[in-house]
């Protein structure tokens, strides 16, 4: 099955700077990869995600960019807020039915 | 349009005693998903139903069962709870296709086994 590491497991930086957070897949029949933010006891919210037929993707401050030939794909936070401090997840779905998703990144923007 | 919506929210049960959680989603979505979410561990999927009539199992079944009742409903049952299922669970849907659709989270549930 698919296996998707994240790193870091924790990031701060300071308010106005950026943030890049990396995953790598196992499964190269994966063609999706969203990216979720869950902030302290809420669900966990799509903020971005991407197909396989695209190598980035950009929503104002967000970015995302995939390198299938690495099989690593990375969130990136431009001008950060402090709502930006959140856990982010990235997932990948190996082809099929299912999502696998990596451990998170606990971001915090220092102000 | 509630979304996903998720009872209880918050639950406290003796190890053995048993209970089902309730998910139930307004989006005429195919797909169905039941999560767990531990400290460092991410979303571990327990079970999942690609389409209504079908369930299939995810990382981590052992110990939980589940029914997909119709197109809006995904319930998941403890028969015998134990300590180590102590976790906050989250239900999802999507609208299928594969899995390269966005799955939506309901609110989750925060179960505690003593």
């Known amino acids: 099955g698919e296996n998707v590491e994240q790193h870091p497991s924790t990031l701060s930086v300071q308010e106005g700077d950026s943030a890049v957070i990396k995953c790598t897949y196992s499964d190269s029949a994966s063609n999706y990869f969203p990216w979720y933010k869950q902030e302290l006891g809420k669900r966990p919210q799509l903020i971005i995600d991407i197909r396989s037929n695209v190598g980035e993707k950009k929503d104002q401050r967000i970015a995302v960019t995939l390198n299938k030939t690495a099989k690593h794909f990375s969130l990136h936070i431009t001008e950060t807020q402090p709502e930006d401090s959140a856990v982010y997840f990235c997932?990948?779905?190996?082809?099929?039915?299912?999502?696998?998703f990596g451990t998170g990144t606990r971001l915090t923007i220092i102000p | 349009n509630a979304g996903v919506t998720q009872t209880p929210k918050f639950q406290v049960l003796k190890t053995g005693q048993s209970m089902t959680l309730q998910c139930a989603q307004d989006?005429?979505?195919?797909?169905m998903y039941w999560y767990r979410q531990d400290p460092g561990m991410g979303l571990r999927l327990i079970y999942y139903?690609?389409?209504?009539?079908?369930?299939d199992k995810g990382e981590v079944p052992n110990g939980y069962n589940v029914s997909r009742l119709n197109k809006r409903e995904f319930s998941l049952r403890l028969e015998s709870a134990a300590p180590s299922q102590t976790s906050v669970y989250f239900c999802?849907?999507?609208?299928?296709?594969?899995?390269?659709?966005?799955?939506?989270f309901g609110d989750g549930t925060r179960l505690s086994i003593l």
């Open positions: 999802a849907s999507s609208e299928g296709g594969w899995g390269n659709q966005p799955q939506h």
């Open positions: 139903s690609a389409s209504e009539g079908t369930t």
């Open positions: 997932a990948a779905n190996g082809g099929n039915e299912k999502l696998t």
């Open positions: 989006m005429n979505h195919n797909s």
